[in-house]
């Protein structure tokens, strides 16, 4: 059979399948940022309507799933299939959100890059005719995510200057074989990189290596240059780890210009909102491309886009244990011609 | 495109993807068990020749890539892509285990269900043409999921009559389009299903309706009955859940005789090694089936089995909020016929 791959890591897809609805939620922190206005909800409250913040970010999944299928006029049996993942012990943001709406379900946990790998999987399977219709969804919520990997909220710890914000937010796209686009060309299946950093508050280096393994991966195995692409975008690495891809990639022979940014740096206003190293978390990638990113596709701003969100793969217990940071990014390619 | 989708949930492969190799291993008490024949290895230590048991977990799953790579001659970059995931907080028994291999990656996450969604992801995409060789794995640690789940092992808490024992194993399935089969023929992509149960130990009993949910689909959307399959096997729903499948399944329409078993019965000696409801976790399902079942294939004790692991989508935060339990069974239908 004729294989869609063109390299160790690049898949071409031979029926690019396009996005048919996306929609994106934020809450407070992300409504006094610049991209307020590409949100499709945004909600002041942190338990969004629920008695606690894990069950507020399991409503948060719920409602943009929810509203993605409403911008589309779709009801949930229509999906035949959803990918989701979040940052919660056991993925309960995605188990807790989606379980009402009876949609075959496979969950995905790529930490922050969650967003990459249930886009890749959810658009080769349709590409390859065994969904019509598939469904990627992630969030994180800054409250759930520092309780559980950091401090009790209300100790208001001081932090580092490397640190990040978590984003409060979720994005779903729902894609098709006959969406309107933009289309999904190219998949980069991540693999994990390890490069010995310990530092769990200075995540955007540790994932940098990763993004730039996926990224000369792409450019090398299609033969393309960063230049080729309007936007190349990763997911919450921040200002260090930005800086550190653009180090690394130069070093590999594909420079990337002021065309390279990340959602983390998109998301708020660092100075003003006073965040640090920029925004993070799987919701951060997950929503921004949810509004910002596949509004300004459609809008002409953008011809073609790499959506490239990285992961940390550890756990609190794996930092007191001692050991470095094994990261992963997974890539999609968007662009708004069909042809790959 | 044709689609490859016949139902709701089932999709039939147009070429199945056949075994390659596999390998399992396990712990103390797996050696101690009426399977420990079929395992690769077994190892007395807790620790697997590391300092903490989460290395320990980790160490298996490298051990049993590994030692399914060499059984079928292979190195790791043969493979295309690995599918992987454990039940640890942000699965790091994979992280950490297949960091090294440089093998793309896809973390999944279904709790015990996860080598089934592993297993589907795979054979779907091999089918399609996107990967060529793929590997599915899982694992799991009794004392890594006691700590984290349950209490500090050294408390020796008395457990309930219809608490089941988390497998100390791991199993790895090399897939390929030329593999020697058996041959994976359908995917039944499992639904979330909670029906209210709050016991959390009680989970055979709480997993139950998703595996009803899952082999009722597969029979309705084939039109086959539970007679046409040699084997139907679930993962760890123990004496307790097996017995509420079996009676849902009658209620179906379905009913199932005695070709109806549950890794987590095959296991232990449930009786002499004192395992009350029976064995569990993500390596209970993974390394039976690389181990027992599919060597039992080879065989020729089993023409053609159903492969039908469950998950229990909760965490220890999700129960302390007094939440349900849902749950999810992905499910694979193996035949040592390459036809589908």
Same mark, same amino acid.
């Given at each position: 059979m004729e294989t869609a791959r063109i390299g160790r890591q690049v898949i071409r897809l031979r029926h690019p399948p396009g996005v048919v609805s996306f929609a994106s939620i934020g809450g407070r922190m992300e409504s006094r940022g610049?991209? @307020?206005?590409?949100?499709?909800e945004l909600d002041e409250d942190p338990f969004f309507g629920q008695k606690t913040w894990e069950q507020g970010e399991a409503a948060m999944q719920s409602r943009v799933v929810r509203r993605a299928l409403h911008k589309a006029g779709l009801a949930a049996p229509a999906l035949d299939m959803v990918f989701s993942g979040d940052l919660l012990n056991q993925c309960i943001g995605s188990s807790f959100g989606l379980r009402e709406f009876g949609i075959p379900f496979y969950g995905v946990y790529s930490a922050c890059a969650t967003m990459g790998s249930g886009l890749s999987l959810a658009a080769m399977l349709i590409d390859g005719g065994y969904a019509r219709l598939a469904a990627a969804a992630a969030s994180s919520h800054f409250c759930t995510a520092e309780r559980q990997y950091r401090m009790p909220v209300p100790y208001g710890s001081q932090r580092a200057p490397t640190a990040q914000w978590t984003v409060t937010g979720a994005g779903c796209c729902i894609l098709g074989e006959r969406g309107n686009g933009p289309y999904i060309t190219h998949v980069v299946c991540g693999r994990m990189v390890d490069m010995g950093i310990t530092d769990a508050s200075n995540m955007g280096a540790a994932m940098a290596p990763a993004a730039c393994d996926t990224l000369s991966a792409l450019f090398r195995e299609t033969g393309?240059?960063? @230049?080729?692409?309007?936007l190349i975008v990763t997911g919450d690495l921040g200002q260090l780890g930005r800086n550190v891809v653009a180090e690394l990639l130069e070093r590999d022979g594909f420079p990337v210009g002021i065309s390279y940014t990340d959602c983390g740096l998109l998301i708020y206003d660092r100075e003003r909102q006073d965040m640090h190293a920029g925004g993070s978390g799987a919701g951060c990638s997950a929503s921004v491309l949810c509004g910002h990113l596949l509004q300004g596709m459609r809008e002409g701003l953008w011809q073609r886009i790499v959506f490239a969100p990285t992961g940390a793969l550890l756990s609190p217990t794996s930092t007191f244990q001692g050991e470095s940071i094994p990261s992963i990014c997974h890539a999609v390619v968007f662009s708004n011609r069909k042809e790959s």
């Open positions: 610049p991209l @307020a206005g590409r949100f499709d393309t240059r960063p @230049a080729d692409y309007d």
